[in-house]
């Protein structure tokens, strides 16, 4: 196959900046990138261009398995899932750190916006930013959790609405949250945090 190839891609010519002659086709993994690459132009059949004389089909994906095992078997020996980036507490992070911390069931949808999510993952660092609006919301949401963990909070406790289910039956106690001999009625724990900043 390679011949095909090293007509455009030697040393001289360079072709697309590639000269696949000065690479080591016995050890794929020292040139990862451009042998990445050939794997792709193979793939789709684009490399060589139109018009000139090309491996038959069995030459082109005989060498590009071989590429891809020796890759694959170079990444497995050395893997390198890159680093962690550095990642902010996201919406339901905050709600976990407050209870964990300071011992506090707080509700972190009534503090903070949804996260945006990166590849599925709310928690991705790379989708995590930080905007200075969103700093402010997050100062707010620090101050507000821990006046109410020091029980110094500023101003009223922000209201709050609870809705009971209307297909429930009140003929019986609601739960052990209620006294005994209550029927229906509605038993929330529920920390209410102060709507006040200063
Ligand atoms: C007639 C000359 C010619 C031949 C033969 C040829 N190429 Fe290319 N190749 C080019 C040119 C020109 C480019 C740059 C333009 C482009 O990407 O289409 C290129 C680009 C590439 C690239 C992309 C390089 C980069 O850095 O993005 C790869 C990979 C490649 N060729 C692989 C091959 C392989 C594998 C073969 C043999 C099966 C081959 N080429 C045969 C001329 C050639």
Redesign the pocket.
């Known amino acids: 196959?390679?011949s095909?190839?090293?007509?455009?891609?030697n040393d001289k010519?360079k072709?697309?900046?590639?000269a696949?002659t000065a690479l080591d086709i016995s050890a794929p993994a020292k040139n990862i990138e451009?042998w990445e690459?050939?794997i792709?132009?193979?793939g789709t059949g684009?490399?060589?261009?139109a018009g000139?004389?090309?491996?038959d089909k069995a030459t082109?994906d005989g060498?590009r398995r071989y590429l891809e095992t020796e890759l694959d078997r170079a990444a497995l020996a050395h893997p390198n899932p890159g680093r962690p980036g550095l990642q902010r507490l996201n919406r339901a992070d905050t709600p976990t750190q407050s209870r964990d911390l300071l011992a506090l069931n707080i509700d972190g949808a009534s503090l903070l916006p949804p996260d945006t999510a990166g590849y599925g993952f709310d928690n991705n660092a790379d989708a995590l930013s930080l905007s200075p609006a969103l700093t402010e919301r997050y100062l707010n949401a620090a101050a507000k959790i821990s006046q109410t963990a020091l029980e110094r909070p500023r101003g009223a406790p922000t209201p709050e609405t609870f809705f009971r289910t209307t297909d429930r039956s009140e003929a019986g106690r609601f739960s052990d949250d209620m006294p005994f001999g209550t029927r229906g009625g509605l038993a929330i724990h529920y920390i209410f945090l102060p709507t006040a900043i200063t």
């Open positions: 196959m390679a095909n190839c090293y007509v455009c891609h010519l072709s697309g900046g590639l696949l451009s690459k050939v792709r132009k193979l684009a490399m060589p261009p000139m004389p090309r491996p082109a060498l």
